[in-house]
């Protein structure tokens, strides 16, 4: 069996992405990782090489601007990497830019690789999602945040990135599309996107909603703050877990304070319905689901 991993990244140093956190956490279960690294201003594509793994295989790319609607560049970036992928490549990990795999769960995923490699039932595996919210010691626990996606696919290129890169579907002759048959593995993603010192937090959302909005949205959104406002309203729960080994360095390095208070907590009663389901029975009412479960 052959694995290879894929990612995209523009201006990682600019934005504080922990993007070479995200591909070293990956390596150890794949033979070739591909990276796109979009045409940049803040050595990126050094910071890239300067990982010196020689799995890595670089594409330099060109990211079109204009493709701003629903985030779609972000797609066209994933595609561009995952079709770089050879055909003698079995399974193929994705995994963006302010992700990570936690090595207490590669030894599952290759097992699950191994086990559904001859399946033609299973294009993909579907793994859980922890979404860590201004500090590491926090996580989302509102409705806004998936639970689950697919990272892991099958090399099979009529496999396309769906929409905003979140996911993925496969496209059929009549150029219509279907979701992936995928299995469901009790392994996780950490997903550091929210968890930033307020400044980086600020330029990273002055340039990533204008992959979304018009510029003067953003503008009057975000362009009269200094630093990025957390919301200490945002419903969380403490983190009791251990982060994967390569964030280890980042996460001992975090120079600002986060402040949530859980008497500010916005809790509809929607939602507490809807979390009392969740919590005793895992079905979530509603939830958005871009698969289907073998």
């Given at each position: 069996m052959?694995?290879?991993?894929?990612?995209?990244?523009?201006?990682?140093?600019?934005?504080?992405?922990?993007?070479?956190?995200?591909?070293?956490?990956?390596?150890?279960?794949?033979?070739?990782?591909?990276?796109?690294?979009?045409?940049?201003?803040?050595?990126?594509?050094e910071?890239?090489?300067?990982?010196?793994?020689?799995?890595?295989?670089?594409?330099?790319?060109?990211?079109d601007d204009?493709?701003?609607?629903?985030?779609?560049?972000?797609?066209?970036?994933?595609?561009k990497?995952?079709?770089?992928?050879?055909?003698?490549?079995d399974?193929c990990?994705?995994?963006?830019?302010?992700?990570?795999?936690?090595?207490?769960?590669?030894a599952?995923?290759?097992?699950?690789?191994?086990?559904?490699?001859?399946?033609?039932?299973?294009?993909?595996?579907?793994?859980n999602?922890?979404?860590?919210?201004?500090?590491?010691?926090?996580?989302?626990?509102?409705?806004?945040?998936?639970?689950?996606?697919?990272?892991?696919?099958?090399?099979?290129?009529?496999?396309?990135?769906?929409?905003?890169?979140?996911?993925?579907?496969?496209?059929?002759?009549?150029?219509?599309?279907?979701?992936?048959?995928?299995?469901?593995?009790?392994?996780?993603?950490?997903?550091?996107?929210?968890?930033?010192?307020?400044?980086?937090?600020?330029?990273?959302?002055?340039?990533?909603?204008?992959?979304?909005?018009?510029?003067?949205?953003?503008?009057?959104?975000?362009?009269?703050?200094e630093?990025?406002?957390y919301?200490?309203?945002?419903?969380?729960?403490?983190?009791?877990g251990?982060?994967?080994?390569?964030?280890?360095?980042?996460?001992?390095?975090?120079?600002?304070?986060?402040?949530?208070?859980?008497?500010?907590?916005?809790?509809?009663w929607?939602?507490?319905?809807?979390?009392?389901?969740?919590?005793?029975?895992?079905?979530?009412?509603?939830?958005?689901?871009?698969?289907?479960?073998?």
């Amino acid at each position: 069996m052959r694995v290879a991993g894929f990612t995209f990244i523009r201006n990682a140093v600019r934005y504080d992405y922990p993007i070479v956190e995200a591909i070293r956490s990956i390596l150890p279960l794949c033979d070739l990782v591909i990276v796109a690294v979009g045409q940049s201003e803040d050595g990126t594509l050094e910071l890239i090489q300067g990982i010196g793994d020689p799995k890595i295989k670089i594409l330099e790319t060109l990211w079109d601007d204009r493709l701003r609607e629903g985030g779609r560049v972000l797609a066209v970036e994933t595609d561009k990497a995952f079709q770089a992928i050879p055909a003698d490549y079995d399974w193929c990990i994705y995994i963006q830019g302010d992700e990570a795999m936690h090595e207490q769960d590669h030894a599952l995923l290759r097992q699950q690789m191994e086990a559904h490699l001859h399946n033609p039932a299973i294009e993909g595996l579907l793994l859980n999602y922890h979404h860590f919210y201004g500090s590491y010691d926090y996580i989302g626990s509102s409705r806004r945040w998936y639970r689950k996606e697919i990272r892991i696919i099958k090399n099979k290129k009529t496999i396309f990135s769906y929409k905003d890169a979140q996911g993925f579907r496969l496209r059929l002759p009549n150029q219509k599309s279907r979701k992936l048959q995928v299995k469901p593995v009790n392994a996780w993603i950490y997903h550091y996107g929210w968890v930033k010192h307020p400044a980086h937090q600020l330029n990273k959302q002055l340039n990533f909603n204008k992959l979304w909005h018009p510029d003067d949205w953003v503008q009057d959104r975000f362009g009269q703050q200094e630093e990025y406002q957390y919301d200490g309203s945002e419903p969380l729960r403490r983190f009791e877990g251990s982060h994967p080994a390569v964030m280890q360095p980042r996460i001992q390095a975090v120079n600002w304070q986060f402040n949530s208070d859980p008497s500010r907590m916005r809790r509809s009663w929607k939602d507490r319905i809807s979390d009392w389901l969740e919590r005793t029975t895992g079905w979530r009412p509603g939830e958005y689901k871009n698969y289907d479960l073998r």
